[in-house]
Nanobody
């Protein structure tokens, strides 16, 4: 049984930092592309960032470039999202996802999803 469990979401003031973690189990983590998405009420889930299985390819949404950093530790089956200089518009539920495709920009590229972790940024 595959599980992705996110943690690290919390209330934070604008300009602050936090790190999200996502631990995977039940799969060979190093063979999966992983990514982070976010969603606010009434809106579609949107791509934040993704990283290929060998870490050779990384992409970010324009809205988070220069502020967010994705990384992965295949030995720990964990993907991280370092969020710096957060803004109120970053407020959302953040989801990690894993997929066997080489593509990672769309929700359909992923096979497994975590339950999400809430990030709330106050102004």
């Amino acid at each position: 049984q595959v599980q992705l469990v996110e943690s690290g979401g919390r209330f934070v003031q604008a300009g602050g930092s936090l790190r999200l973690s996502c631990v995977a189990s039940g799969l060979i983590f190093s063979t999966y592309t992983v990514g982070w998405f976010r969603q606010t009420p009434g809106k579609e889930r949107e791509f934040v960032t993704g990283i290929s299985r060998n870490k050779g390819n990384i992409d970010y949404a324009e809205s988070v470039k220069g502020r967010f950093t994705i990384s992965r530790d295949n030995a720990k089956s964990t993907v991280y999202l370092q969020m710096n200089n957060v803004k109120p518009e970053d407020t959302a539920v953040y989801y990690c996802a894993a997929g066997r495709k080489f593509d990672y920009l769309r929700t359909v590229d992923y096979d497994y999803w975590g339950q999400g972790t809430q990030v709330t940024v106050s102004s």
